[in-house]
């Protein structure tokens, strides 16, 4: 069973910068790949980015790439969103969710935070 709580969201002026974290709860988290997932008023939960359990590999949503990095700190069991270049497209409350696989299928993870808010102005 793992547990996630989000953090570090916010309101930020475009081209700004926010770092989102995601404490996790749990023995075994340097096991699940970890995902950070975004949700638009009126449209779907769409994938952002994942990390393996190790951190040594890492993929995007082409939105985001370039500008959005993720990383992890296994010791202290936390995942990171780290956001420049912030645009008020990325206005959306963010997810981070732990799965076995490293992947962009939302189905495919088991384990959700409850989200936090970033907003962007323009």
Do not use: H
Not at 28 to 49: C, D, H, I, L, N
Not at 105 to 116: D, F, L
Request: charged share 15%; proline share 2%.
């Amino acid at each position: 069973q793992v547990q996630l709580v989000e953090s570090g969201g916010g309101l930020v002026q475009a081209g700004g910068s926010l770092r989102l974290s995601c404490a996790a709860s749990g023995r075994t988290f340097s096991s699940y790949a970890m995902g950070w997932f975004r949700q638009a008023p009126g449209k779907e939960r769409e994938f952002v980015a994942v990390i393996s359990g190790t951190g040594g590999r890492a993929d995007y949503a082409d939105s985001v790439k370039g500008r959005f990095t993720i990383s992890r700190d296994n010791a202290k069991k936390t995942v990171y969103l780290q956001m420049n270049s912030v645009k008020p497209e990325d206005t959306a409350v963010y997810y981070c969710a732990a799965g076995m696989l490293v992947t962009t299928a939302r189905t495919q993870y088991n384990y959700w935070g409850q989200g936090t808010q970033v907003t962007v102005s323009s």
